[in-house]
């Protein structure tokens, strides 16, 4: 039985290192202000939004393919071969980069456009860490993350286009426009893609209809599905906290997962947003 390794980004959710369980983080870089920054290696949490917050010149960034090919490298000396899930390959071109490399390694590395990112693309890397444990082949892992990319589904509430237009997500005018009137977005990842879902005219409206977006589809697409449910937030802990109990009384169902999202996700959103969404669960069956 091959000895198989897990290797994701940090837009995961997940930090650090786990050797022990066969996990390993690639770290999403960031350049502010000029300077190149890793998410609690030399920039903490409430320094980031200071400066955020403060007007910085903030942009996300690909690792270079010489950090990936480090990681991977010291991974195969302890492991047989590494499967490599990235975020999705609608939201960064980290996987085509991963893809291209990973022809240098001889079938060794197995790179999944699994259509994930943060709570979801951890959820993933949960799957695939139990099946390996299970003795599962690396193909048939592969080929599960594959089959199941689009059972998920995320909704996300918005409170200010700024941040959006700042990434170049909006045009400027579109940025304008909907902050002349005061518009708070509810936006929508399906099938790895970043979309528009709603508008609203307040932040409390934006999570109404992500609590209800969910219900439905918890009810319909996920109905005969075992699934975890999940929130997200930027910055605003104490806010997460009271949507937790709100979205938790409407589905009847417990939150298992709640995350701050990256910085490296931050960045695209700014403060204070909140995200609920759903995936299925390989690892409660």
């Given at each position: 039985m091959k000895k198989i390794?897990?290797?994701?980004?940090?837009?995961?959710?997940?930090?650090?290192?786990?050797?022990e369980q066969g996990l390993f983080v690639v770290p999403m870089p960031m350049v502010i202000d000029g300077e190149e920054y890793f998410e609690n290696v030399n920039i903490s949490y409430d320094e980031f939004y200071e400066k955020q917050i403060g007007g910085s010149d903030i942009k996300t960034a690909q690792p270079s393919v010489g950090d990936i090919q480090e990681i991977w490298d010291n991974v195969l000396k302890d492991f047989d071969c590494i499967i490599h899930i990235p975020m999705?390959?609608?939201?960064?071109?980290?996987?085509?980069?991963?893809?291209?490399?990973?022809?240098?390694?001889?079938?060794k590395v197995y790179v999944v456009d699994n259509k994930r990112i943060a709570c979801s693309l951890k959820l993933s890397v949960k799957?695939?860490?139990?099946?390996?444990?299970?003795?599962?082949?690396a193909e048939e892992i592969v080929k599960y993350l594959e089959d199941t990319k689009e059972l998920t589904s995320i909704y996300i509430s918005i409170p200010t286009l700024a941040y959006l237009k700042k990434g170049g997500r909006l045009t400027p005018a579109a940025a304008l426009l909907?902050?002349?009137?005061?518009?708070?977005?509810?936006?929508?990842?399906?099938?790895?893609?970043?979309d528009s879902f709603a508008k609203c005219f307040s932040v409390n409206a934006t999570r109404v209809k992500i609590i209800s977006a969910l219900k439905k589809d918890l009810e319909t697409r996920f109905a005969d599905?075992?699934?975890?449910?999940?929130?997200?937030?930027?910055?605003?802990?104490?806010?997460?906290?009271?949507?937790?109990?709100q979205l938790e009384s409407e589905i009847g169902q417990k939150v298992e997962i709640v995350d701050d999202l990256s910085l490296s996700i931050a960045v695209h959103i700014g403060p204070g947003v909140i995200a609920c969404g759903c995936s299925v669960d390989s690892t409660k069956e």
């Open positions: 390794a897990i290797v994701t980004d940090s837009n995961s959710g997940i930090q650090k290192d786990d050797k999705s390959s609608a939201l960064s071109s980290t996987y085509d980069t991963a893809k291209a490399l990973a022809q240098d390694y001889e079938g799957e695939a860490l139990h099946m390996a444990k299970q003795g599962k082949e909907g902050t002349m009137l005061s518009i708070k977005p509810v936006l929508q990842i399906q099938q790895g893609k970043l599905k075992k699934v975890t449910v999940f929130v997200a937030f930027t910055k605003d802990k104490e806010e997460c906290e009271k949507f937790v109990k």
